[in-house]
């Protein structure tokens, strides 16, 4: 299995692009989540979806769209890139709405924003 | 609402020392509490979690960590630290808005040194 895939690795942005952050999981998971890791901060929910269909706004959704077309994809769109969002991205699934917390993450995207 | 702190964003401990690694929550309804492990250049993944029944968790590694209601703690602990062991540590809390959204601390960083 290669569990929760992100990519790009490694992306540079000026200030206004925009550009989005690909995750796939093939474990079969309902819940898909973004976190964005900060320095002293730990991490902080961006957006989550609970299946194909339905996403909601985490803690930081500013500045972030989602969309969850498949129950195998979690897209994150960063719409006019600011260098507050410059930061480590992970995106993270479980094996169901009711779940007990296990988060199987992706290895995470860093992002700099220039 | 509810949030994680950690005591100490930096431990250092040498070889063979014990280990302890402070977590302290607060939550308005029964909590879900985890804790992760972060190796450089890498996602979280899961060392432990306590979410029902007995308060003393094993997990991975040699860690454990023990749910204590009374004080609203999660401490992780190793008896005998390895160098392998350095890595970030963050703890965790869900349950209110669902138990696949995990609340993190900032992270504690453990060194080990010889």
């Known amino acids: 299995n290669a569990g929760v895939t992100q990519t790009p690795k490694f992306q540079v942005l000026k200030t206004g692009q925009s550009m989005t952050l690909q995750c796939a999981q093939d474990?079969?998971?309902?819940?898909m989540s973004w976190y964005r890791q900060d320095p002293g901060m730990g991490l902080r929910l961006i957006h989550y979806?609970?299946?194909?269909?339905?996403?909601d706004q985490g803690e930081v959704p500013n500045g972030y769209n989602v969309s969850r077309s498949t129950t195998e994809d979690f897209p994150l769109r960063l719409l006019s890139a600011a260098p507050s969002q410059t930061s480590v991205y992970f995106c993270?699934?479980?094996?169901?709405?009711?779940?007990?917390?296990?988060?199987?993450f992706g290895e995470g995207s860093r992002l700099t924003v220039l | 609402a509810q949030s994680v702190t950690q005591l100490g964003s930096h431990v250092s401990v040498s070889e063979g020392a014990l280990v302890l690694l402070r977590c302290n929550y607060s939550?308005?309804?029964?909590?879900?509490l985890f804790w992760y492990v972060q190796y450089p250049n890498q996602g979280l993944q899961l060392l432990l979690k306590?979410?029902?029944?007995?308060?003393l968790v094993k997990g991975i590694n040699g860690f454990e960590a023990e749910f204590k209601k009374s004080e609203t703690s999660f401490h992780l602990t190793k008896p005998s630290a390895h160098m392998s062991d350095a890595a970030e540590y963050f703890c965790?809390?869900?349950?209110?808005?669902?138990?696949?959204?995990?609340?993190f601390g900032a992270g504690t960083r453990l060194a080990v040194h010889p």
């Open positions: 306590y979410t029902t029944g007995a308060t």
């Open positions: 474990m079969n998971h309902e819940y």
């Open positions: 993270a699934s479980s094996y169901n709405r009711g779940g007990t917390g296990e988060l199987f």
């Open positions: 979806s609970v299946g194909a269909g339905i996403t």
């Open positions: 965790a809390v869900s349950g209110s808005g669902g138990y696949n959204k995990l609340i």
């Open positions: 939550s308005s309804v029964p909590p879900y």
